[in-house]
């Protein structure tokens, strides 16, 4: 999956960064070379968030980790 789908995952999941919301995944690098290992941040208002939203990311994207 290329830079462009993976955000338009992100986005069709409600996961992409919002800044109305201030919160959501930052992509911030190109489609990994791996096809796996993307380069992201979550931003969120509390802890327990960010493992919601990266156990939510994980199934869009189809991996495990980050």
């Known amino acids: 999956m290329d830079f462009g789908g993976a955000l338009a995952r992100l986005r069709a999941s409600r996961l992409a960064f919002d800044p109305d919301r201030g919160e959501g995944v930052v992509l911030y690098a190109d489609a990994p070379p791996d096809g ?30 980050g």
Not at 42 to 54: F, K, L, N, T
């Open 36 to 65: 796996r290992s993307w380069r992201y941040a979550v931003i969120a208002r509390s802890a327990g968030d960010v493992e919601e939203q990266e156990t939510a990311l994980a199934e869009v994207l189809e991996f495990e980790g």
